[in-house]
Structure formats: structure tokens, C-alpha cells
């Protein structure tokens, strides 16, 4: 086990329970769990839906595919980004305008019977558990080899966590952890692009920028 890993790990661990610990204060009602009380702007959410794209199952499923199939293994991320869009505009929006929080709360308001209501848990609780399996997976896969410890620890460990972050922090706590990550995912992206760059003494990197300008 690296002890730069350990700390770095320790440290990331560190402060996303500190960011969960604030907003769990800040969580007094239905709203503030589920919607953050209306408080993250734009830039706030936009990040959290990268930090939320760019995750263990889309981040390794897209380059699992890749490696698969080869460049046509690309399309799993469009088909993604696809359907950010179907979610904004045929659920997220008609849950607004009803001040609804679930799917299942916007079908009960439309049909009045609790057997919908019951479908549309078990559909969610269905979709749900294969979504987290493949984060479980990726995520534990990623810890077992950062930490040197065992395949069922760190996927034990992985969801501990994220039952902390959602229970006692919400949507606030969740949308700041997604923030966190995206910033972290992209710093060390953009760090590793110009470590390959100086590699070859940024000789890609000037061709390209004479060629722009």
C-alpha cells in the first residue's frame, strides 16, 4: 500500500464526509433533500451532472467498450449524453410543475392507484440496483488495486459511503460530492494531458496551436 495513495485517498474521503457533516445541517425538509432547496446555481448543477457522468460505470464502461469494440464503443457516451436530455424535458420539468420529487409521487398524482405507485418503485428499485452494481464494481476494482486490500472490503467500504452521503446529507451533500469529483477528474485529466505533452516536449501541442491561429 502507497502511503501517498493512502493519504490522498484519506484526505478525499476527509473532506467529502466534512461537505456531508455541513449539509445535513442544512437539510431540514423534503425540499432540501431532494432538491437542495432550490440553492445550487447553474454552474453548481452543471458540474454536478459531469462529476455524475464522468462515473465509475460510464467512465469505465465507455473505455471497456472502446477497448472492446473499438472507436464504435464511443457511442455508449452520446447515448448518455442522449439521455440527460429525455430525463430533462419528459421528467424533470413535468416534476416540477407538479412540485413532485419522484417519479413514482407524478404518476400517483395523474392515476390514483397505489398499484402504480408500487410498479413504479419496483422499477426503480430494479434499475437502481443493476446501475449500482456496475458502480460497486468499478469503484471497488479501483480501490482494491489504489489501497492493496481485499475485492469485498473496498466494495464494502465504497457503498458505506455512499449510503452516508445520501442519507444524512441529501441532494446537497450528493451534488457537492459530484462537484468535488468533477473538479478533481478534470484537474487531474488536464494535469495528465500536459505530463504526455512534455513527454514530447509539447511538440503536438504547438503544431496544433500554430495551426489555429
Known sequence: MSILSLT????????????TYYSSNKTKNASDFYTAGGG???????LAV???FMSAASFLGITGAIA????????MSIGNLVAFLVLLYLVSEPLRNLGKFTLADMISARFKSK??????????????????????????GLIKHLLGIDYWLSVLLVGVLMTIY???????????????????????????????????NMSKLQHRSERIF
Open 8 to 19: 490522498l485517498f484519506l484526505g478525499i474521503i476527509l473532506l467529502t464526509l466534512t461537505i
Open 68 to 75: 472492446l469494440i473499438g472507436f464504435d464503443g464511443f457511442y
Open 40 to 46: 445550487l446555481t447553474a454552474w453548481q448543477n452543471g
Open 115 to 140: 398499484k402504480v405507485r408500487g410498479i413504479a418503485a419496483a422499477n426503480t428499485l430494479v434499475i437502481s440496483i443493476f446501475y449500482m452494481i456496475a458502480q460497486l464494481v468499478g469503484a471497488g
Open 166 to 200: 445520501v442519507i444524512f446529507g441529501g441532494m446537497t451533500a450528493t451534488s457537492w460530492v459530484q462537484i468535488t469529483k468533477a473538479v478533481l477528474l478534470l484537474g487531474g485529466s488536464a494535469v495528465l494531458t500536459f505530463i504526455v505533452f512534455s513527454r514530447f
Open 50 to 52: 459531469a462529476g455524475d
